[in-house]
């Protein structure tokens, strides 16, 4: 379980991220995904990583410590519609560099709203993670947020995408961040991440 979370660095240049030196998560998803107030959620803090009603709110690369042995990232939000697109750019090359540069980068969480269909941006960013052998796995967010059959169909409709696109299914969490539902499930493949990187 995670007992300790620090904030540690925030920086818009992947170059100045802390020492490789030890295991990576990181933690990535469309703008208002709820991304982190799920990190707030596994973490226990209401306020590490900086929540708003304004998609956008994280514009830089976050580090923090886990436990004192583990960084954990939350990474700046993909499809913005109201930044110029020179922002954009910047925040696109920094992401790209982030992914596929960084060494000690064990697992990248990718949240996908479990309210909507599947969205052609978060599967276009998967194959795209896929074709970079970018290492993945799926949490689908807010599934307090309507019934459970409903998040059921769509999760079913955006894992048939994925089927097409992999010929399998990523690994995947359901979660909700107000009722802590699928915290003990992911913290647990995390810690599993972290260990297989340890072993290496």
């Known amino acids: ?20 030196d030890r295991a990576e998560i990181a ?14 959620m596994l973490v226990n803090q209401k306020g590490l990583a900086k929540t708003s009603q304004k998609p956008g709110k994280t514009q830089l690369i976050n580090h923090f410590m886990i436990n004192d042995k583990w960084y954990l990232v939350d990474l700046p939000g993909y499809g913005f519609a109201k930044v110029n697109l020179k922002v954009k750019q910047g925040w696109e090359s920094m992401i790209t560099t ?7 980068l064990c697992g990248v969480f990718v949240l996908i709203d479990s309210r909507l269909p599947p969205q052609q941006i ?6 795209w993670c896929g074709t970079q052998e970018v290492p993945t796995a799926l949490v689908f967010t807010k599934a307090d947020k309507q019934s459970k059959s409903k998040t059921d169909q769509n999760i079913q409709k955006f894992l048939k995408k994925t089927r097409e696109m992999f010929g399998e299914n990523p690994d995947y969490f359901v979660t909700s961040a107000e009722a802590s539902t699928g915290k003990e499930e ?5 810690e599993e991440l972290v260990t297989e990187y340890n072993a290496r």
């Open 122 to 127: 978060d599967l276009e960013f998967l194959l």
């Open 1 to 20: 379980m995670i007992q300790k979370a620090t904030f540690v660095i925030s920086n818009s240049n992947p170059g100045n991220c802390p020492k490789p």
């Open 27 to 40: 933690f990535i998803g469309r703008s208002n995904v709820g991304k982190s107030s799920l990190i707030n």
């Open 186 to 190: 992911l913290t647990k493949f995390m």
């Open 98 to 104: 982030y992914l596929t540069k960084r060494e000690n």
